[in-house]
């Protein structure tokens, strides 16, 4: 061979060493920078806040310390414990980073006595403490596709003492070599020699550049594929970010179908904690774990993750980086692994979803996956518990009492704050993990008589026409419309009942008298009034419409009822208070707004007739769950042959709205009453739920009227109804008092509700 | 006048003017009995004096989730949305704390102020006038 061809053939071999580097260059880049970028969002409950006064029971503030994974125990002397002694709590409260602040370390002693906090004070200084906060429940993350979880760190965060233990004892000269550490091979090459295959030498570069490579070889050609690789990120990268992906990327475990990647998440999901918090004796564990996760998974082989947590120590203490006298300390200590681990994907999908969604309207699906945002949403945990149980377990009670086949019904439930339109429960479905059709916010079913309070809420905008004693015709009625066919609506027993008083009509939900008022009134005013109420969906302008042919979902529906429990003011929704940065950087606030979109007054007048549909309605059975005195409102809703079982009302504090029925709208057997009314009232009677006192509007006055005639009747009568009036439209006739022989005694339920105040 | 009696006249109006004085910086008890209440309120305040409106705003939701049907609370949220100039929301939030308010007249007066400031900062000077007409009658 001739000396140009050597050198020709040589030239060669450089140009293909130079194009393959280029190659591996390409791989690196791209690796590395998406490595760095796929970061989830990770989304929070509402926190709990705590404040003298407050209605909680000890077992709702068990189960919000059990969603936080507080450990239990007699004597809480670091953070994420509590104990309990009869109804006094100790408990010392996590840091927190809130969008509003962060919040420091606390010992809390909170006394709860009849149902309610008594006494708040500083654990340390036994001061009194006006309001606290405990750190948020975690209620999932807004992952890639892939399924992987992370929890990314930046390097400040990382505790200098994991950082040394990682150093010393996967690549102490990490500092200094260039992605490759020639001693480190050296050594390699001799264990390569004495034991015939390739062990450690690895940088940490090269460590994390195997992560790029979807399947292990541990080939002489991939090692120096590697090596070549971890050349080119030193020389693309910085060391401190190649440090970072690295405590972001390595895998320390398995959680199910759940990959553990990164130190952020393994101190959350092993210690409970977030890295910050991580005591060298966890840091030292975790760093053991690098060579071999699984077989050192410390709650599967306790014992031999404590040899290596020790054995790890053991290295910190020859190379200096603890003294003898803490090397003695630390390998004493337990490993203080959490019990139990923490969940990835949501438990509760469903509320999730509404979440997605309104983040959707905001910003970017490939912002919220990548940018590891921080989401406070409004989810009351503990709410939201009690009302998937409760609904699983009416569901398959009610089969059961109708003689259904098992997993033949399905139910939603919606519950949102009164004033601020927080939503705090979402119930998709009787298997609320499992993340399925979201009957909550996408299953539009007939809503029945549910409609019934837009026809009256627009007959009652006019006070000159009608009051809550103006007298209905319930008689037969036939309508006809050129196009449609003849349309008679009957009653629920077939029964007509001649002239009836506008609240009793609504309470009784009769649909005759509903019919002829909404036809009276004509059907855009009340389809308008829908509107107003906050429903934004195309109504069918025919009369069928009167008696709720209207398809709405259990979302949309509490639209319209937080309307009316607001007094008249539209309130949007939210799922979400605040967006973080991962930095902590607040992004958007969704603050509380309104829009008055109706007045008062004849709002006033329509929540004090849903009062009365629970006193003396179609909700009565609601008093099996709930107290008379907290003058709930509500309204029942049943559909054609039984198909749906509605109950949409509020409390002064909640509105909620449920719905049962079957997927394959098949007849339930069941009223809105007996169905799902008995859901909603036992779901709320677990919630403290408190009194509705509606604020009186200024142009309303209180009159004491006959309960047969609806005229003006001494307030002593033995036989008198209380009840409110736009200034002005009470009746201006007077009546006697009528004896009390016989007939209908109606209660005054009214002037209980409103001598109160 | 003699001198000891202007010297006695003028202590007395002084020490009725501090007494007045005093009872108006602090924060009326009537506004709430709930200490969390009145301890967000306060923060509240302190934020809103430092122009920090986020963070005032984020106090009241907090008090108001406490207390839903407190008028004062809403009042406050308006102010401030009237300070950050979103005129529309002062309004709708003025006329929320107005449904609460009961028979506080000293506040329906400066809630009917407000949606009067409110609608005139909105163009709609009819309105405004009506408002300030309403407050007038507190």
Known sequence: MTFKRIVFFFLLLLLALVLYGVYLDYIVRQQFEGKRFELPARVYARPLELFVGM???????????????????????????YSQQNDVFLIYVRAFDFWDGAQEEQQLRIEIRGSAIASLVDAETNQGVDIARLDPVGIGGIYPSKGEDRELVRLEQVPESLINALLAIEDHRFYSHHGVDPRAILRALTTLIGRGRIQGGSTITQQLVKNFFLTPERTLRRKLTEMLMALLLEWRYSKNDILETYLNEVYLGQDRNRAIHGFGLASQFYFNRSIEQLELHQAALLVGMLKGPVSYNPRQHAQRALTRRNLVLAELSRRGYIDKHQYDALIQRSLDISPKPNMGLSPYPAFMDLVVRQLRSDYDEDDLRTEGL??????????????????????????QQHRLSANTLEGALVMIHSQSGEVNV?????????????????????????????????????????????????SELLWQEPGIEDWQPSNYNNQYHGEVPLWLALAKSYNV???????????????????????????SPYASTLLGTAELTPMEVAQMYHTIASGGFRTPFRAIRAVMTIEGKPLKRYGLAVKQTLAPEPVYLLSAALQGVVREGTGKGLQHYLSPALNVA?????????????????????????????????????????????????????????????????????????????????????????????GGSAPKESVRCTSVSGGNKIKNWFKRIFSGE | MPQHIRFFLSIIILTSWLSACTSTTMVSPRISDNQAVLALLHASYDHSVAGDYANAEVKLERALRIEPGNADLWYELAHIKFQQEQYSQAESLALRANSFAGNKDFLRRDIWNLIGQARGAQNNFNGAQEAYKKARTY
């Open chain 1, 55 to 81: 209605a909680l029971t000890p077992q709702q503030l068990r189960t919000e310390l059990e969603l936080l994974k507080y450990t239990s125990t007699p004597d809480p002397s670091t953070s994420g414990q």
């Open chain 1, 374 to 399: 921080r989401i406070f949403t409004t989810l009351d945990p503990i709410a939201q518990r009690a009302a998937e149980r409760t609904l699983t377990k009416r569901l398959g009670e009610l089969e």
């Open chain 1, 426 to 474: 979402v119930v998709g479905g009787r298997r609320p993990r499992f993340e399925g059709f979201n009957r909550a916010l996408d299953a539009a079913r007939q809503i029945g008589s549910l409609f019934k309070p837009a026809i009256y809420l627009t007959a009652l905008q006019q006070p000159e026409r009608y009051t809550l004693v103006t007298l209905l015709d319930d």
């Open chain 1, 513 to 539: 008298s509903a019919a002829r008022l909404g036809l009276d009134l004509g059907i855009q005013n009340i389809i308008e009034t829908a509107n107003k109420l906050g429903l934004e969906r195309n109504l």
């Open chain 1, 634 to 726: 509500g309204k029942t809703g049943t559909t054609d042959g039984l198909r749906d079982s509605w109950f949409a009302g509020f409390t002064g504090d909640r509105v909620a709205v449920v719905w049962v029925g079957s997927d394959h709208n098949q007849s339930t057997g069941f009223t809105g009453a007996a169905g799902a009314m008995t859901v909603w009232g036992e779901v709320l009677s677990q919630l403290n739920p408190r009194p509705l006192t509606l604020p009186q509007p200024e142009g309303i006055e209180i009159i004491s009227v006959d309960p047969l005639s609806g005229l003006r009747v001494d307030a002593n009568c033995q036989e008198v109804l209380t009840l409110p009036f736009v």
